[in-house]
């Protein structure tokens, strides 16, 4: 129902209170009349009106004076006034004070009920207005409300998210970046470029793509400082428009992903050398046979030149046994990821000679294809890996003996890998999840049984090379997997070969001038191969068989070398190395150790300067080391 017009009439005439009353209401309005201000005043504080009408001359206050307080109290109300005594001063002043009209007596009622519709008119719109106004404001309020607790709640997931999250635009300038990024990176990024910030990665490639194409998104594996981080980076892209105008770059911290990995590895690793210690055992009882029974034979010889042959012959199988030794060590050996330029035939090779004899025994024939390769980018431990974790996986599936077959090639930009089997297959609903974490399809084959975690591990590792892995299989007839790595033949930092195991063992060096030598190792017979090379050249050797020993030894005396086993009980080697700083440091040392020089640099660190020779070393070894410190003729 439409809300009634209530007009004040104010004057002090009450014939024309009267007049103008009828006619209002005869135009549909509700009239309220009052002869004097004070009167007009009380019925406007007790009830609303849309239009005052009042005269100008009254006794008390005038209109003039009710137009200022009815501002005062209302100012939206329209308000006209009406006078007898018209003139220009009265027309301005009215006017000034916020009349909307001004009307002279006699008054031409047309016009009055016209300027009563119009300011009716206004009041509402200026009520209509303020009502929209005011809904207007409650609306913003409420949207600046949400707005800040929609950032709020972004803020809160930017600050809690465990990912360091950047945004750039076109240029990689770094425009945000949440609390994350500084905590994983250490430093402030924004208005820096990302391409400085992040290393190793190719922005001039992918960049260009990704802002062409807003399905396209990157994923990068890179070290920044002692953390192994994953970035993906993707467009930014405006929701409205489909814009691209930047990137995201979305970083996690993958370096405890990156340790369980190494474990897992090296778990499976430790696993497969598990499995092949009997048939290494084997072979090496075979090595110890020749090299026991030609020592025997030697012994026993009258002839020199018999002798000789025979000593060949135990030379030949001891540095088969190294080689063995050697192979089994480095493959299972945990080291921290690294990328070298290797061949791969020659990785391959390698991992095969530890598990051939074993294989040949279980009547398992293994055939190679090699195509000559050259090296390329890859961590030669996870890839020797792969290797063993899918021969020993064929070998499961060849009970009863069988035909493994290997073969690569240069395939387009990649280096193709055949591995196949001739067991029994793999069903088609095995098929899709064999990658699978502890699936097996193996049940008890004889003592043969599967964790489920071998060609999990494969898969990771071939991933993580850049590559991908196939697998074709019919039951009843065999199994094929096929590894794609990239044909990457570059390194920013290729391994530099060491010259000292590129010399030739054969060529014995002469010494300027004969040194005093301390040979410090707990195993007798390395102190003896140690002295008798030695002093048989003319060299003083003083042995010890503790660390205490040789910490007094170097008190009393001075070495110009020291030869020292790191793995000594009680005072260890390094124990004895920094104690050497103090007792005798200009004594040159000399590592000798059974494990990888790589393994005890970081525990010698800047302690001194050093040589080193892996047991088992010759006595050529021996020599040369201490010509080359003395100084060579």
């Known amino acids: 129902m439409r809300e009634s017009r209530k007009i004040l009439v104010v004057d002090d005439e009450n014939l024309i209170l009267k007049i103008l009353s009828d006619i209002l209401v005869k135009e549909g309005y509700e009239v309220k009349t009052a002869f004097k201000c004070s009167k007009a005043l009380q019925l406007l504080k007790e009830d609303s ?46 006017v000034h004070h916020g009349a909307i009209d001004y009307l002279t007596k006699p008054l031409d009622y047309d016009k009055l009920k016209s300027i009563i519709k119009h300011a ?52 990689l300038v770094i425009k945000s970046a949440n609390p994350k990024t500084r905590d994983m990176f250490g430093e402030d990024c924004v208005g820096r470029k990302l391409s400085e910030l992040v290393q190793g990665i190719n922005f001039d490639a992918i960049i ?43 970083t996690e911290d993958i370096t405890e992903k990156k340790k369980l990995e190494a474990q897992l590895i090296q778990s499976t690793k430790m696993s497969a050398v598990g499995q092949l210690a009997a048939g290494i055992a084997h072979e090496f009882n075979n090595i110890l046979t020749g090299i026991i029974g030609y020592t025997g034979f030697a012994m026993s010889r009258v002839s020199i030149e018999q002798i000789r042959n025979d ?21 299972s050996r945990q080291k921290e990821e690294k990328f070298q330029l290797v061949s791969i035939d020659e990785v391959i090779e390698d991992t095969l000679v530890l598990i051939e004899h074993t294989f040949q025994s279980d009547g398992i024939k293994i055939l190679r294809h090699y195509g000559k390769i050259p090296p390329i980018r890859m961590n030669v431990g996870e ?23 290997i073969s690569t090639e240069l395939k387009d930009d990649c280096v193709k890998i055949d591995f196949s089997d001739t067991g029994i297959g793999i069903s088609k609903e095995n098929m899709s999840r064999i990658f699978e974490p502890f699936f097996t399809t193996k049940g008890k084959i004889g003592s043969k049984s599967g964790t489920g975690l071998g060609l999990s591990v494969v898969y990771a590792i071939i991933e993580r090379h850049g590559g991908r892995i196939d697998l074709s299989s019919e039951v009843g007839k065999g199994t094929t997997f096929t590894i794609f790595l990239p044909n990457v ?58 660390g205490e020993a040789a910490i007094e030894l170097l008190g009393k005396n001075h070495f110009d070398i020291v030869f020292l086993n790191l793995g000594l009980p009680g005072k260890s080697g390094f124990d004895v190395l920094k104690e050497m700083k103090v007792v005798a440091p200009s004594s040159l040392l000399v590592i000798i150790s059974g494990r990888a020089e790589e393994e005890l640099t970081d525990g010698i660190g800047a302690e001194c300067a050093f040589s080193f020779i892996t047991k088992p070393f010759t006595v050529n070894q021996i020599q040369n080391t201490v010509a080359r410190i003395l100084g060579a003729v």
């Open 49 to 94: 009106f849309h239009v005052v009408l009042t005269d100008i001359r009254m006794p008390e206050k005038n209109g003039i004076d009710l137009l200022s307080e009815i501002k005062k109290f209302n100012p939206d109300i329209p308000v006209i006034l009406m006078t007898g005594f018209a003139s220009l001063v009265t027309a301005v002043e009215a």
């Open 120 to 171: 009716v008119e206004k009041y509402d719109l200026f009520r209509e207005n303020k009502r929209l106004i005011r809904e207007l404001k409650e609306l913003n309020e409420s949207l600046e409300l949400k707005v800040r607790e929609r950032n709020r709640d972004l803020e809160n997931i930017l600050n809690s998210t465990y990912e360091s999250i950047i945004t750039t635009d076109k240029e």
């Open 489 to 546: 033949q570059r390194l920013s930092n290729v391994p530099k070969a060491d010259s000292q195991h590129n010399e030739d063992s054969d060529k014995v060096m002469q010494t300027k001038r004969k040194g005093s030598i301390l040979v410090v190792d707990d195993e007798e017979f390395v102190c003896d191969i140690i002295k008798e090379s030695l002093s048989s050249v003319g060299h003083n050797i003083v042995v010890a068989s503790s």
């Open 311 to 331: 000593l060949k012959i135990v030379e030949k199988a001891s540095n088969r046994a190294v080689e063995i030794v050697n192979k089994l060590l480095t493959f």
């Open 383 to 405: 890839i020797q890996q792969v290797i063993l974790n899918l021969a020993i996986n064929s070998s499961h599936a060849m009970p009863e003996g069988g035909v493994i077959g």
């Open 208 to 250: 260009p793509r990704i802002l062409s194409d807003s399905s396209c998104t990157t994923k990068h594996e890179l070290r920044h400082k002692d953390k192994f981080l994953e970035i993906t980076i993707s467009p930014l892209v405006d929701f409205q428009t489909n814009e691209l105008f930047g990137t995201i770059a979305v």
